[in-house]
């Protein structure tokens, strides 16, 4: 059984790991990091490093960097679901993965992970154009989302050209709606992915710290940890 400190604990993210840590064979969570709530932390410097095996953070991207050094101090492996990096802290993280394992992802859902290889196919669609639209809930601080951003990237580098900005919306409780347009003369793909649920990106967080577990230092992304676990199948 492994310890965890779980960064952004107060947070939405932060209870859907906390939940499931209750119920699981591998891990435990040995301290609780957030400046709000009842947590045994209120920044990850007051974490004894002793007690605890990795990380796994929600949180926001200055603290992610903060957490990421910490991590690199102590030799702590990272897991980390934060979005709205900017690419000097994006830097930072591969700078800090020259000293410990660090999995960074802006999306750890399975289904995101299947639809990123589904938009590899669209590199045939050269005459199409495209648009991606992502809904989130309200309080969601990044515009447009990171896993919009990534499917962007995704999608970019299949067609070998610049695509459209995503288009973002925002309301209600909604957890995440990510979908791919592609429009021909006479015909439409769309391609949807809706997050029912937060849970889905909890889970994936936990099956994240496993595997990270058994990994060399780097920093790695979803798609290299859903890649072997395909192959393992
Ligand atoms: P939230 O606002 O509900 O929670 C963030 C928490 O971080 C808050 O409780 C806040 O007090 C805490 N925090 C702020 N500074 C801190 C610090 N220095 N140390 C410790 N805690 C600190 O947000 P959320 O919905 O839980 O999302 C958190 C992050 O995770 C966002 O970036 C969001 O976009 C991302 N997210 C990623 C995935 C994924 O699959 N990768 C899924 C959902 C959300």
Known sequence: MKNLAVVGAAGRMGKEVLLLLENNDDFKAAATVDPHGRTSARVIDEVDPDRCDGVIDFSNPSSTIKVARWCAKNK???????????RSQQNSLKSMG????????????????????????????????????????????????????????????????????????????VRGVHRILAMGEGEMITLEHVAMDRAIFARGALTAAKWLCGQARGLYGVDDLWEQQRRKR
Not at 79 to 84: E, K, L, R
Not at 112 to 126: D, P, T
Request: aromatic share 6%.
């Open 76 to 86: 702590k492996f990272l897991v980390s679901g934060t979005t709205g990096l900017s």
């Open 98 to 173: 020259r000293k410990i394992p660090i999995l960074w992802a802006p999306n750890l859902s399975l289904g995101i992970a299947a639809m990123k290889e589904a938009l590899r196919a669209f590199s045939g669609l050269g005459n199409f154009d495209f648009q991606i639209e992502e809904i989130h809930h309200r309080q969601k601080k990044d515009n447009p989302s990171g896993t919009a951003i990534a499917l962007q990237e995704v999608l970019g580098s299949a067609l070998g050209r610049r695509l459209p900005k995503p288009i973002s919306i925002r309301g209600g409780g």
